[in-house]
């Protein structure tokens, strides 16, 4: 017979030296077990069958402790006390090839106990303890220090918000102040296009009331343009019966005195003999195309009195001048030497001037010409004029 149930050994090491040389004592606990597999389970048969449980434990407990003493010496004491589950999967791993060629497996291995004679884990103990407490001391300093981190955080996400706000608020108040200014901007714009619109039409009213003024102008100059023709027309009246009427009716009277002598030298020229016919005839024929001719000359004369107005008036009076002349002159001719008797030698110019005066007055009242109106005759009697 051989037992399958579980089996748990104690193995321990007392004053193991480990690899500084300080001799420790190391318990464990170990949970084995004999493999059922058939090729493991006779492994097991051929060292155990017919043994007791004490036995096989015995012999178990020996391999473990074996390789649990030969793995401290390649130990600190730190390693061992501070990280026994890696020390417990140490002894498993380099066991189990053994006691599995016995055909035992090992299920579970941990370390009881690890305690020394000279106090070295004590004061392992101890200095872990100061360390412990050096790391509280500063853990509680980093933990202050990060309370005094996170206050300044705070203050400064603080003093950030607060600096956002009084942002927000300037340029909220910026944004006002330039919203009244593009208000102002607005009103002032306004305000100018309402002058601009004002003065505009003020121009165009001012505009109007000139061309009004204009219209009126124009008015009153064709009103005047109107009775310069009417007195144009007055004028041409006046000259026709003044001028041209007198220029017919002698022309008309040239032309009768021309019918008469026609008709005296053709009566005359009928007492004579038929040779003198032809020669009165040829004469009357003279005679009818020089008074035909005088009588055009007479109307081209009147037309262009009729024409020129005034100009053919003073024209008419310069030629009359030269025959009233003669006529004033002709007794004169037969006079030797005419004498004038004055004391004073002005007076002789002073009569002359006179006679200048009263001329064209004597002309003016025959003719209806006034010579005044000649600037030549006005520098004749008023030299400074």
């Known amino acids: 017979w051989i037992t399958l149930e579980i089996m748990t050994l104690q193995p321990k090491c007392e004053d193991v030296e480990t690899a ?34 004490i036995e ?84 509680v300093a980093e933990a ?65 009331i000139r061309l009004e003024e204009i219209e009126i102008e124009v008015v009153q100059r064709k009103k005047q343009i109107i009775i310069e023709e009417k007195e144009i027309d007055r004028t041409e009246k006046e000259l026709i019966a003044t001028v041209k009427r007198p220029a017919e009716a002698e022309a008309y009277k040239m032309q009768q005195l021309a019918e008469g002598q026609k008709m005296k030298k053709v009566l005359t020229a009928q007492a004579e003999a038929e040779k003198i016919r032809r020669i009165g005839e040829a004469e009357a024929g003279s005679i009818e195309a020089i008074g035909k001719a005088e009588a055009e000359k007479m109307r081209l004369k009147a037309e262009a009195y009729q024409h020129y107005g005034d100009a053919a008036k003073t024209a008419l009076v310069l030629e009359a001048l030269p025959k009233i002349a003669a006529k004033v002159a002709a007794p004169l001719a037969r006079t030797n030497e005419i004498v004038i008797l004055s004391g004073d030698g002005g007076r002789v110019t002073g009569e002359v001037n006179r006679l200048l005066a009263e001329l064209p007055v004597s002309v003016n009242a025959l003719t209806g010409v006034d010579l005044m109106k000649i600037p030549l005759l006005q520098k004749m009697i008023n030299p400074q004029a």
Request: proline share 1%.
């Open 20 to 53: 500084e040389g300080v001799a420790i004592t190391v318990t464990g606990v170990a949970q084995v077990k004999v493999m059922v597999d058939n090729e493991l389970l006779g492994y097991a048969c051929e060292q155990f069958l017919g043994k007791s449980v």
């Open 56 to 139: 096989i434990k015995s012999v178990i407990l020996q391999t473990l402790e074996g390789h649990l003493r030969s793995i401290l010496g390649t130990l600190t004491v730190e390693q061992i006390y501070q990280d026994r589950d890696r020390f417990a999967a140490l002894v498993r791993e380099v066991a189990a090839p053994d006691v599995g060629r016995m055909g035992i497996e090992i299920l579970s291995f941990t370390i009881k106990d690890v305690y020394d004679k000279v106090e070295y884990l004590s004061s392992l103990g101890k200095s872990q303890t100061a360390a412990v407490q050096r790391d509280a001391d500063i853990g």
């Open 144 to 208: 202050e220090r990060d309370a005094g981190i996170r206050e300044a955080d705070c203050k400064k996400e603080m003093m950030d918000v607060k600096f956002q706000a009084d942002t927000k608020m300037a340029d909220s108040k910026r944004g006002l102040e330039m919203q009244k200014a593009a208000f102002n901007q607005e009103v002032n714009t306004k305000k100018a296009e309402a002058q601009l619109a004002y003065e505009l039409q003020a121009a165009k009213e001012q505009q109007k």
